[in-house]
């Protein structure tokens, strides 16, 4: 099993570009979080999903949009990237239970100039 | 501001030494998680306390969960450099299936 990855690993973006992260899980669980590392600030959650088809906005969600329509995949999309979100990214799994163990990726190191 | 203090921000010690690192809350929570994170890495589970007064001992790792459920400590005995870390507490609350991370302790043991 790959557990959690996470495409792409580091990227450069200008202010006003687009893109997509993309999460993806083997392990067949049911919730899925988006979160974002900056220094001093631990984990922030961004968005997550309680199974496929549904979305929920976290902490921090301004600027950001998902989706999850497979479930083993959620995306979270950058429609105009802004240097307030130069950040590490994270996406987790867990199976249901808020007792059980959540499961990062590797991070994604996300650059705005 | 954020949901979960923790104290202290960064910690640098010499390996055999003991330490504490605290995790506070005003909210209540349901359970509560330890992380260690290295660098370029992901967070990894240490433990998950779920009873108030808890403690869960996990080799020199000793973690207590506070009898109010708002507070949990992290005390490692005779740290080690491979104990060097981020150390991050993580609480769910009764209402929803979010996970509130505290803002994180940087340990790091001098050989």
Not at chain 1, 92 to 98: D, E, I, V, W, Y
Not at chain 2, 13 to 32: D, K, M
Not at chain 2, 86 to 110: D, E, K, M, P
Request: overall charge positive; glycine content about 10%; charged content about 15%.
């Amino acid at each position: 099993n790959a557990g959690v990855t996470q495409t792409p690993k580091f990227r450069v973006l200008k202010t006003g570009q687009s893109m997509t992260l993309l999460c993806a899980q083997d392990m067949n669980h049911e919730y899925m979080y988006w979160y974002r590392q900056d220094p001093g600030m631990g984990l922030r959650l961004i968005h997550y999903s309680v199974g496929e088809g549904t979305t929920a906005k976290g902490e921090v969600p301004d600027g950001y949009n998902v989706s999850r329509l497979k479930k083993q995949n959620f995306l979270l999309g950058l429609e105009s990237a802004a240097p307030s979100q130069t950040s590490v990214y994270f996406c987790a799994s867990r199976p249901t239970g808020p007792k059980e163990t959540q499961y990062f990726g590797p991070g994604t190191r996300l650059l705005v100039l | 501001t954020q949901l979960l203090e923790q104290s202290p921000q960064f910690l640098s010690i010499q390996e055999g030494e003991n330490l504490t690192v605290y995790c506070n809350s005003s909210s209540v929570f349901s359970s509560l998680q330890w992380y260690r994170q290295e660098p370029g890495e992901g967070p990894v589970l240490l433990v998950t306390v779920v009873t108030g007064g808890e403690v869960k001992k996990l080799k020199r790792l000793t973690f207590q969960f506070g009898d109010a459920r708002k507070d949990s400590s992290l005390h490692i005995t005779a740290a080690q450099p491979g104990d060097t870390g981020l150390y991050l507490c993580a609480g769910v609350r009764y209402t929803g299936n979010q996970f509130y991370f505290g803002t994180g302790t940087s340990l790091t043991v001098i050989p």
